[in-house]
């Protein structure tokens, strides 16, 4: 493939433009990143993203017009295929129809996490936690390799499955301990995913004072759990 100059657009806490910085660290490609306010999306945004989010793609080619790639798997896929010599899902084909698989649950393991986070009331963070330690139990019956979700590579699974547990890394222990108990294998993989280089870089150094200012604005329960270390800025 060409070089290609690529800008990311992205808005600072959503897991989905993680991913894909996540698949573009990995894979030591140079990029820009460009942030939306997506409570006032401008006029230039809106006319790139066909569904009006992020993350989009800006692929630019010597010769060729300029393309906007938009979600996240689609972006993740080309990326996959056009950069770096080793990819992010398996040689064999039966493997990799399991990876995508798992990836899809991911999406539904984000919907209860950002639920979970976002309730207004007990009901719903009951509910949404329930499914959350359901799903997570289900994962902790397929992980029989380490550190990540196929053994020793780095897979897009990893990718996907990072930026939530993101999330359980910065609340308070009295909130994530309960949700990841006996589930040790999970727990490894979470651990060994916190330490990943392009999962740590993935995010801007504010992420957790972001993550806590959207708890207060949207008043939800765990407004207050976020831990004070990593709100001040401090390392793990």
Known sequence: MPHAQLTLISHPLCPFVQRAAIVLLEKHVPFERINVDL??????????SPMGKVPLLKVELQDRADTILFESTAICEYLNETKGSISLYSDDALARAQQRAWVEFGVAVLADAWQFLNAQDLAIAGIK???LRYKL???EGK???EPYFS???FSMVDAVFAPVFRYFDLLSPVVSHPIFNDLPRVSAWRSSLADRPSVMSAVEDD???RLQQ???????LLSGSIRNDLVAGLSR
Not at 39 to 48: I, V
Not at 214 to 220: D, E, F, I
Request: proline letters at 3%; charged letters at 10%.
């Open 207 to 209: 992420y957790a004072s």
């Open 129 to 131: 936690r329930a499914a």
């Open 39 to 48: 409570s006032a999306k401008p006029d230039w945004f809106l006319a790139l």
């Open 137 to 139: 139990h289900q994962l």
């Open 143 to 145: 992980l029989d390799q």
């Open 151 to 153: 053994g020793s590579a």
């Open 214 to 220: 959207h708890l207060v604005n949207q008043q939800a």
